[in-house]
């Protein structure tokens, strides 16, 4: 069965760092790319991270860059995110999730999602 | 980075056809993806590459495109289909984008 489990959400207080980690299974992880999408309660989808499958590439959204660190270890089936300072807005449910692909190609969507773990950012 | 932008609510009886738009600037050139959303799980792909369904999609599930947007029809909808519904793409510069979402309800 192919599987992502996320964890390492928690509270935490404003300024600090957490580290979320995602660990996969059912598939040939380093066969593809990783991303995390979050999802503040009650609130739409908000794409965070994203990294290829070599590590060779690696996207943020403006909303985290410079503070949070997307990675990889695929000798491990794991994707990991560094959180550092953590803002009230970035409360919220963290996704892992594999890029699709069919046959044919690989696309920029995402067929596989964890089922997430939360992380509250609160003093 | 850009936006995609769908309307907030859907509503309609089942066996009705529900269409949810998305519109966004750099649609001509990207492909959309849609996924569904219930209460408390994970997201599910529904379409992919504008119109193509994954394995085990129904087929009552189909999308669309034309100049700056996309659609998502279900048709014959069903009491079951009612959830969130996200488009989605993915820019140039190597950045993802969601819509803000659609809630569709079954009347």
């Given amino acids: 069965e192919v599987q992502l489990v996320e964890s390492g959400g928690g509270l935490v207080q404003p300024g600090r760092s957490l580290r979320l980690s995602c660990a996969a299974s059912g598939f040939t992880f380093d066969d593809y790319a990783m991303h995390w999408v979050r999802q503040a309660p009650g609130k739409g989808l908000e794409w965070v991270s994203g990294i290829s499958w070599n590590s060779d590439s690696i996207a943020y959204a403006d909303s985290v860059k410079g503070r949070f660190t997307i990675s990889r270890d695929n000798a491990k089936n794991s994707l990991y995110l560094q959180m550092n300072s953590l803002r009230a807005e970035d409360t919220a449910f963290y996704y892992c999730a594999k890029v699709y692909c069919s046959t044919t190609s690989c696309f920029d969507a995402f067929d596989v999602w964890g089922q997430g773990t939360m992380v509250t950012v609160s003093s | ?107």
Avoid at chain 2, 75 to 104: M, R
């Fill in chain 2, 1 to 107: 980075s850009y936006e995609l932008t769908q309307p907030p609510s859907v509503s309609v009886s089942p066996g009705q056809t529900a269409r949810i738009t998305c519109s966004g600037d750099a649609l001509p050139k990207r492909f959309a993806y849609w996924y569904q959303q219930k209460p408390g799980q994970a997201p599910v792909l529904v379409i992919y590459k504008d119109s193509e369904r994954p394995s085990g999609i129904p087929e009552r599930f189909s999308g669309s495109s034309s100049g700056t947007t996309v659609t998502l029809t279900i048709s014959g909808v069903q009491a079951e289909d009612e959830a969130d519904y996200y488009c989605q793409s993915a820019d140039s510069s190597g950045t993802w984008v969601f819509g803000g979402g659609t809630k569709l309800t079954v009347l």
